[in-house]
């Protein structure tokens, strides 16, 4: 059954629409409240082994997802193997494989992995090769809803109501019921799929304003139907998915969420709605752990990392129709916001006050009495995103004592690379690149 499409009548929602930021985000310019640098004696340590559910992590660091561009046919390749084998190797006790896509048209774009029977022995072959080196694998599984790029993998995007990609220069159209259904079951098809691939970890994505935080956002979701209008009405799709994840693998592997503490601009989500999300995702019992995001990949990118937008790098990534555009809007769309380490932590000590869920701080950490400080406050496991891009080996050389600190310069030059293989410009200069000068 077709239901009728998001309130008619309301103007469509546009990429690259200028936004402004939510008052109870963290401030561009507040002082972010240090983590307390020494660990509380007898407090469990960073490298000691802990729990995640059914897993036995070797320590309490998780290599963020961080989308590769190493499947340009939508399939794993040897790079892809390698990347993730060096960061095991390196010493993290869990490394994300980024971004799978349940459904076609739940793709970022055409190169994006789809999870469907014919990736699943390269998957197999990537998830043996992390193993061998002593670390567990997690899929971040997702359906990238307003955010995919339609053109690209010519199919029509699906969002909660109708609005305008820009990137693939067309509408999306607003989810059915039958949509929903059908999605739904796409989730615990594909984590199956991971199972069979030798997944330890299922990585459900709520955030980012991809489909399912695009439902929990009040911008985005303006529908008046049953997964629309209130909280409670938003939150079901991203519930019922989680639980049918849950049930399609059973309790083997350890399923958890990365969720939207704040969408990050007027109008989008915010701490006190995602608190009451996490409250819910804990009573409904199906997920091991919680790890705390904020941003959206539509209105305000810049907000999931803080530091120097890549404006002229980004540019660059754009087919020509788009760079005009993106010439008067981009310093808008692609602000740029002050650095600081743990930049999310003030948001995540909300959740922590009120959620009894394991959570995974994640956001700017890279110094190594970040990550022992939020352990000892009673994080369950830190996740490190660009720290581990710049130095795979990281983790290694804090437990020899060799470094402290990561050399990561926070300037987000590794983020248009994702186009041509996800990489360190600082580390892995190519011709082309520009000299990474006065971060
Ligand atoms: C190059 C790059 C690609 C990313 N791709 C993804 C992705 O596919 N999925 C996701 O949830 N987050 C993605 N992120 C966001 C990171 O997971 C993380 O939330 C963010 O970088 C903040 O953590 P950090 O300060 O440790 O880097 C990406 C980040 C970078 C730098
Ligand atoms: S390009 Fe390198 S130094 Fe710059 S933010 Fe990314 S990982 Fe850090």
Known sequence: MQLAEGRAGRPERCFFRQTREVSDSVRPNSTVPPVSATPTPGVSTLFEPAQLGPLTLRNRVIKAATFEGLSPDGLVTDSLIEFHRSVAAGGVAMTTVAYLSVAPEGRTHAECIQLVDQAV????????????????VSAQIGHAGPVANASSNRAQSIAPGRMFNPLGMRRTRSATEADIARITADYARSAQLCVKAGFDAIEIHLGHNYLLSAFLSPKFNQRTD???????????????????????????VAVTAKLNMVDGFRGGLGITESIQVAEWLQADGALNALELTGGSSLANPMFLFKGRAPLKQFGATLPWYLRPGFKLVGKKFLRSYPYQEAYFLPLAKQVQAQVDLPLILLG????????????????????????????????????????????????????????????????????????????
């Open 364 to 439: 700017g950490i890279s110094k190594l009495e970040t990550a022992q400080a939020a352990v000892a406050e009673g994080f369950a496991f830190v996740a490190m995103g660009r720290a581990l891009l710049h130095d795979p080996d990281l983790i290694n050389k804090y437990q020899a004592g060799s470094a402290s600190s990561s050399g990561c310069v926070h300037c987000n030059r590794c983020m248009p690379t994702i186009y041509t293989g996800t990489r360190c410009p600082l580390v892995d200069p190519r011709p082309g690149d520009e000299p990474i000068v006065g971060v």
């Open 121 to 136: 022995p390269g998957l197999r072959r990537l998830t043996q090769a992390v193993h061998a080196e002593g670390a567990l």
């Open 226 to 252: 049953r997964f629309g209008g209130s909280l409670e009405n938003r939150a079901r799709f991203a519930r019922q998915v989680v639980l049918a994840v849950r049930d399609a693998v059973g309790e083997s």
